[in-house]
């Protein structure tokens, strides 16, 4: 389900905010064939876009872990 409110923020803390950004879970570069998945996507503000590829660049397990986190809060807004 989209919202058009950031996802992570609302499973965090209950709060509405808007997002402005639909971020791929998977990236482009590693699953092109999700590019256009409604599953793959997820909304967030573009702070929190900014803390999830903080995530992504800091390695491969903080990366594997956040994406984790993202599809399990992905999952339970569909």
Do not use: F, W
């Not at 950031?6 to 999700?34: A, S």
């Not at 397990?61 to 807004?77: D, F, T, Y």
């Amino acid at each position: 389900m989209r919202t058009g409110y950031d996802e992570v923020i609302y499973h965090d803390t209950g709060r509405l905010v808007p997002c402005n950004v639909v971020h791929h879970i998977e990236t482009i570069g590693d699953r092109p064939d999700l590019r256009l998945s409604m599953s793959n996507l997820i909304c967030v503000t573009a702070k929190t876009h900014r803390r999830i590829h903080a995530a992504y660049d800091s390695g491969q397990s903080e990366k594997s872990q956040m994406v984790a986190r993202l599809r399990e809060i992905r999952s339970e807004r569909v």
